[in-house]
């Protein structure tokens, strides 16, 4: 998606050789049309497909699935939890993810009441790295008896091991932006 290339190089930072730190629209402030657009390009990739929900992770999966619902007529947007919650339900489906981003690992659980046996399941996520959270939430999706129909990324990092993870797999994957390399502050798309 050129759009969203175009985005990263004007307003991404990038940190050391592995982070692209993108703040300022994505992952704490919110940049609501362009987010809409990224929906609109997630729906046309996945257009001939029958979605009943969207799964995310919180925090920052959360307004891509929402703004993109709204091209998927509006399909329910579920969000794994990380955070411990006296909230959450006592059923639950439950996974652990190794978390790149802060090199520990943490639980991920969803109630059962909001996955169910036979949905059609499209995961979607603002980063790709080495796919362990693709990889935990398939594992919430399979717990249930659902179908994954897809996981739908907005910025892989090529140079990881997540694509061929998710491959090995059978998953398909649709990723907007795609780097190549992120070496010596220079972003390099594929
Ligand atoms: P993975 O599970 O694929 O290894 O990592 C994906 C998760 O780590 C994403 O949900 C994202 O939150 C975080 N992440 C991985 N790499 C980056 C990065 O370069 N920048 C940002 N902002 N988040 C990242």
């Given at each position: 998606m050129e759009l969203l290339q175009e985005k990263i190089l004007k307003d991404g930072r990038i940190e050391g050789n592995d982070i692209l730190k993108?703040?300022?629209?994505?992952?704490?402030?919110?940049d609501i049309a362009f987010l809409n657009e990224m929906g609109k390009e997630f729906k046309n990739r996945f257009k001939d497909e029958k979605i009943d929900k969207i799964l995310t992770i919180e925090a920052s999966g959360i307004a891509i699935a929402s703004i993109a619902s709204q091209h998927f007529g509006n399909v329910p947007v579920v969000f794994a939890k990380k955070v411990e919650s006296k909230n959450l339900d006592k059923e639950v489906y439950e996974t652990k993810v190794y978390s790149f981003t802060k090199g520990k690992e943490y639980s991920v659980k969803v109630s059962k009441r909001y996955l169910n046996e036979g949905e059609n399941i499209l995961v979607l996520d603002d980063f790709l790295a080495n796919g362990r959270a693709a990889i935990g939430l398939k594992d919430l999706v399979d717990q249930a008896g659902a179908n994954l129909v897809g996981v739908g990324i907005?910025?892989?990092?090529?140079?990881?091991?997540g694509r061929e993870l998710l491959l090995s797999k059978g998953i398909r994957l649709e990723s907007l932006a795609i780097l190549d390399s992120i070496e010596n502050g220079v972003i390099k798309f594929r």
């Open positions: 993108v703040d300022n629209f994505l992952n704490h402030q919110l907005a910025i892989e990092k090529g140079f990881q091991e």
